[in-house]
């Protein structure tokens, strides 16, 4: 009995083992190689005609069709994924699962997050960095400077770029202008009077709300960075946050205040529940650019109708510089492990410069020509009301530089401390030291030296 | 080296939380179960109808069926109270929300009602042979002796079935132990409201993936073997599951 017990175990052992020396090897594998000087980092053999897998998320599948649509001699196979959101670290995960066992790796990736190159530029075990060095010979440097000043500088790591911004999200206020002449309020500029007008509304018109704290990204990215709170701050490596600022308290305390008289609500703007309760309850709202395809035009979500809601330019503390937050922009990567990067970069090239990619991004596309021709595409619709071509051009300029990207997103610890504690019925001034040390927290084990 | 691998994992802000999350739903989830599915196969073996004792073990079996990730994508349409067939019962907790549902405190419960849900019927059908394999000399004797359903099932049955609930709670002690695709999949669900380093392995997940550390991974995988083996030893002695008759 006892022997026939060893036996299996045994086997588990050397099993291991082999497995533990195939996987060593696989890594070395990885690390060697020369470095083209055509394109500026070690190359795959290339092969031409070999498919090209693409990963994409539920929106960007769209891009992606259309241009195997286009491109019908080109051999595409795409592939849909979470696209990272919330920093659900999927991108990376996967990636070093492919770095493990030394295939596999998809060719072109796309992700809602801005943060990736932190880790995508780097190698990793041994294995050469994920993401391909774009501006070391492989794209033309006239290619390059189409995008707008600036939209590639978070994927920018001494002077390579790594990755190439589908779209700028920066934050604008939007609001519903019927709403807004029948309760007879003006639209609000600064965010003292965003909060004046949360306390006028809650008392004259209970029910009608002004925006929503219940998604990571909204708290983080659209108030917190809107306010120029330094909660998320990296220098070099050493990463710091500070809840004690002015800008920081300020904010927190018009959220708890908007969020107690009911004008901030805790829904998820992508929630059934926020569609079917609020979609005709939005006064003003502040909000990424993209919230315009996403939402306002999106027959799944808001559905507005034309000339019922417009962008206006950024809120910003009264007597402050006039800047605004971002809400991510999605980054598309170039594998450095590609068999076939001529198609990578006609694939890239569509996605991010063509007028059919822009005819389907919800938001306003990083690449200058194809930003012109969204916004005067969403001009002439005439869906927006307002100046729309302003609001979002004033702020795409203006997007506060202080925010840091390191690699682990904010919203994790917003998701994990302050989200559960609102629906508790608790206020963010009391979970603050709990997220301050979540942050922290995060940031010592992604390996910064947190000050 | 290896040892420093251990002080880093220890000294992980993530893993102690870790530990009590998984301890506790163990604790849960072998009691209810242990309880439940000894309870259940009592009831089916009792059952002298032929068709509805076989239905019901039918019926048992199916959730299990559908495992693993499926298996937590239907939990989420039961959980969030805007689409729950069964959002009377959320509501009459208290939960209003989905976020509210998935509260940390909530999740022990929640991950042993789907571990129950897919895993428990298996074992019902295990147990119910295990009562087959009494012999029926045995039985008539207690019922000649004038015990009842009740005092049979805890003098005869449970102490005859004492081997088969020891392996029982082995196999679910490793299987919970190693916690891992409920709570991934309602951590990507909930965006992140369920935290992503919830269980230990999906921190040994975090540490190998997302911070490129597989030392810390397997340190983390180590310690994890230490105690589930320490376990099993406890209910492979006291449930004398290699004793000889």
Redesign the interface.
């Known amino acids: 009995m006892a022997a026939q017990h060893r036996r299996p175990l045994a086997r588990i052992l050397a099993t291991a083992t082999a497995a533990v020396a195939i996987g060593a090897l696989a890594g070395c594998a990885g690390g060697s190689g020369e470095v083209n000087s055509d394109y500026g980092f070690a190359t795959a053999e290339q092969t031409a005609d070999s498919t090209i897998t693409v990963w994409v998320d539920a929106a960007r599948e769209p891009i992606a069709k259309a241009f195997e649509e286009a491109n019908p001699d080109v051999p595409i196979s795409i592939e849909t994924y979470?696209g990272n959101?919330?920093?659900?670290?999927?991108f990376?995960?996967k990636v070093?699962?492919f770095d493990q066992s030394g295939e596999g790796w998809p060719d072109v990736v796309f992700s809602t997050q801005t943060n990736d190159a932190s880790w995508a530029a780097k190698e990793?075990?041994g294995v050469q960095a994920f993401a391909a060095p774009l501006n070391k010979g492989y794209f033309s440097d006239d290619f390059l400077n189409g995008f707008t000043d600036g939209a590639n500088d978070p994927m920018t790591v001494d002077g390579t770029v790594y990755g190439l911004r589908n779209d700028l999200a920066p934050v604008v206020l939007w609001y519903n202008k019927p709403l807004l002449d029948q309760f007879g309020y003006d639209i609000p500029t600064t965010w003292e009077e965003y909060e004046a007008l949360g306390v006028k509304l809650a008392a004259e018109h209970p029910g009608y709300i002004l925006g929503s704290i219940?998604?990571?990204f909204v708290g983080t990215y659209v108030y917190y960075w809107g306010a120029q709170a330094p909660i998320f701050q990296l220098d070099g490596n050493d990463f710091s946050s500070d809840f004690e600022d002015d800008h920081s308290v300020a904010m927190t305390d018009m959220l708890d205040s908007m969020s107690a008289n009911g004008t901030l609500v805790?829904?998820?703007v992508f929630?059934?529940?926020f569609v079917e309760n609020y979609s005709d309850k939005i006064v003003a709202m502040p909000g990424p650019a993209w919230y315009a395809g996403a939402l306002f035009q999106n027959p799944d979500s808001i559905n507005a109708t034309a000339g019922e809601f417009g962008a206006a330019d950024p809120l910003y503390w009264e007597g402050e510089d006039k800047v605004t937050g971002n809400v991510g922009g999605g980054v598309w990567y170039a594998s450095s492990h590609s068999k076939n990067l001529a198609a990578v970069e006609t694939f890239l090239e569509f996605a991010t410069s063509s007028d059919e990619s822009a005819a389907l991004n919800s938001g306003l596309p990083a690449y200058d020509s194809a930003a012109s021709t969204w916004l005067d595409a969403q001009a002439e619709s005439n869906f927006f009301a307002g100046d729309f071509k302003s609001a979002v051009s004033t702020a795409a300029a203006s997007v506060w530089g202080g925010w840091g990207f390191p690699s682990f997103s904010p919203?994790?610890a917003y998701?994990?401390v302050v989200?559960?504690a609102l629906?508790?019925g608790k206020t963010i001034a009391d979970v603050v030291p709990d997220w301050h040390e979540q942050i922290l927290?995060e940031a010592?084990?992604?390996?910064y030296t947190v000050k | 080296m290896g040892v420093d691998n251990f002080v880093k994992v220890f000294a992980?802000?993530?893993f102690w939380p870790a530990v009590q999350h998984v301890a506790l739903f163990v604790v849960i989830w072998l009691i209810s179960l242990t309880i439940l599915v000894v309870l259940l196969a009592l009831l089916v073996h009792a059952i002298r109808v032929r068709w509805l004792s076989s239905a019901s073990r039918f019926l048992f079996y199916i959730p299990g069926a559908l495992a693993g990730a499926s298996s937590v994508m239907l939990w989420l349409f039961l959980l969030d109270p805007?689409?729950s067939p069964v959002s009377g019962i959320l509501n009459a907790f208290g939960l209003e929300?989905?976020?509210?549902t998935v509260?940390?405190d909530n999740l022990p419960v929640i991950f042993t009602l789907i571990a129950f849900w897919a895993g428990a019927g298996g074992w019902i059908i295990i147990m119910y042979g295990a009562l087959n394999n009494i012999p029926v000399e045995v039985m008539e004797a207690a019922r000649i002796d004038g015990a009842g359903p009740v005092k049979t099932a805890w003098h005869i049955q449970i102490p005859l079935m004492r081997k088969w609930i020891s392996y029982m709670a082995v196999m679910s002690l490793a299987a919970g132990t190693q916690l891992f695709v409920e709570p991934r999949v309602l951590?990507?669900a909930?965006?992140?409201?369920v935290?992503?380093d919830y269980s230990l392995n999906q921190l040994a997940?975090?540490f190998?993936?997302?911070?490129?550390d597989?030392n810390g991974s397997a340190a983390i995988s180590l310690l994890l073997l230490v105690v589930a083996a320490g376990l099993s030893a406890l209910f492979v002695f006291r449930g004398g599951l290699f004793e000889r008759d």
Do not use: C, H, I, M
């Open positions: 979470d959101a919330g920093g659900s670290g999927s990376q995960t070093a699962l990793t075990n219940g998604d990571s805790q829904d998820s929630s059934a529940p919203e994790t998701a994990a989200v559960p629906a508790e927290n010592q084990v992604q390996g | 992980d802000y993530r805007a689409v929300t989905f976020v509210q509260s940390l951590s990507q909930s965006k992140g409201v935290p992503p997940y975090l190998a993936f997302r911070q490129n597989f």
